[in-house]
């Protein structure tokens, strides 16, 4: 079994994500004068509107288009050797260091406690009409699976087809996609947590709430 007092030590010592800025495509640089120690702003709003700090800017056949954070952090690296370079796409121009907050926390360690049903192909999910009435109504944890049970569908260029639920029986503690998104392969589509450890997932959620300090 997991030992999430462990987990969670473990993430108290390093309680950060390197997050490391890239081009998206082609270009010439121009750095937005930030330095190492710097403190940044992530994508915020009721509708995600607010862009973060900008970091920069990148300009290819006379369209200067902006970089800005994803997340709140501060800049760890910036590599002013490439002010005013051509670039190529996927060039490391920055590295930040994002603090985790207490639902990204809970949401690290729930992806290790729980077991993880993840998408054979990158492809559409839905679940079956009769589970997603039932976590509609009821909740994600109103549902219990088990290996065989037909519990979503998949959505292929124009095909569809059941996709049953494979690993330990349980109940639906997290899900990880949206209706309508497309999924990548191997990303995780449910969190499934056995019955038996119900108690014990729940503890560690209420003692990460409380205990946890946010970044400033």
């Known amino acids: 079994m997991l030992d999430i007092k462990q987990l969670l030590d473990d993430i108290k010592a390093s309680p950060y994500e390197v997050i490391e800025i890239k081009s998206p495509h082609t270009g010439v640089v121009e750095f937005a004068g930030l330095k190492p120690g710097d403190k940044v702003t992530g994508v915020s709003g009721a509708f995600k509107e607010k862009p973060g700090t900008l970091l920069a800017h990148l300009t290819r056949e006379r369209n200067r288009k902006p970089i800005n954070a994803p ?23 920055l590295t930040l260091r994002h603090y985790l907050s207490k639902k990204e926390v809970i949401e690290l360690i729930l992806k290790k406690a729980l077991h993880l049903f993840v998408a054979p192909e990158r492809a559409k999910y839905y679940f079956i009409p009769e589970v997603d009435q039932k976590l509609k109504v009821s909740g994600k944890r109103s549902v219990k699976v088990r290996e065989g049970m037909d519990l979503l569908i998949v959505s292929r260029m124009k095909r569809e087809t059941p996709l049953p639920y494979s690993g330990p029986e ?33 503890d560690m959620v209420t003692k990460v709430q409380s205990d946890w300090d946010e970044p400033e």
């Open 71 to 93: 997340e709140r952090g501060e800049v760890m690296e910036v590599r002013a050797e490439l002010e005013g370079k051509f670039v190529e796409a996927g060039t490391t121009l």
């Open 170 to 202: 349980g109940l639906i503690y997290a899900v990880y996609f949206h209706r309508g998104d497309n999924v990548d392969a191997g990303q995780p589509l449910i969190g499934i947590c056995p019955e038996d450890q119900l108690t014990l997932i729940q």
